[in-house]
């Protein structure tokens, strides 16, 4: 069976992560944009972060430039605007695709484990994954849905 454990992806400062280290934590996957309507919800994404992240949550947000170009060109430049505008502290990754041909093989795994309103594809920025402590994916939210929306299931699996 397929779990977080089986990919692999480059951080935001370059490195090579294996995703499996994260086993044993409860995960929220997320796709972000610098430029979206929805990126004031990077202070939320944050607040839990900072809320949780010591009972065992930790988020993974992976930018991506796939609707309407509202990611920054580069890694450096995302980086900098999230901890500049929002304090992001949880890890982020390098700009990825969430949907197509040359799609994360993450993003693959993750639309095949949870269908959302249009099927598999990832409709926008935002859309949120959550993971249980054994890197199963338990449920999938619209990009629509605040963090705070999302903490009861958070915590009931932490």
């Given at each position: 069976m397929t779990t977080l454990q089986d990919f692999t992806a480059r951080t935001i400062t370059g490195k090579e992560q294996a995703l499996g280290d994260y086993l044993g934590k409860?995960?929220?996957?997320?796709?972000?944009?610098?430029?979206?309507?929805?990126?004031?919800?990077?202070?939320?994404?944050?607040?839990?972060y900072d809320d949780l992240s010591g009972q065992g949550l930790v988020i993974l947000g992976f930018p991506s430039d796939q609707f309407h170009h509202q990611e920054f060109d580069s890694d450096a430049e995302t980086a900098e605007?999230?901890?500049?505008?929002?304090?992001?502290?949880?890890?982020?990754?390098?700009?990825?695709?969430?949907?197509?041909?040359?799609?994360?093989?993450?993003?693959?795994?993750?639309?095949?484990?949870?269908?959302?309103?249009?099927?598999?594809?990832i409709s926008w920025n935002f859309t949120k994954f959550l993971l249980n402590r054994h890197g199963e994916v338990v449920g999938r939210y619209a990009p629509k849905t605040e963090p705070a929306e999302i903490e009861a299931d958070i915590r009931a699996l932490l």
């Open positions: 409860v995960v929220l996957v997320v796709n972000t944009a610098s430029k979206c309507g929805f990126t004031p919800q990077f202070a939320g994404l944050e607040k839990l605007f999230c901890q500049l505008n929002y304090g992001v502290s949880f890890p982020m990754f390098s700009k990825i695709d969430v949907n197509g041909e040359n799609s994360h093989p993450l993003y693959e795994w993750l639309r095949s484990e949870q269908s959302g309103p249009d099927g598999d594809a």
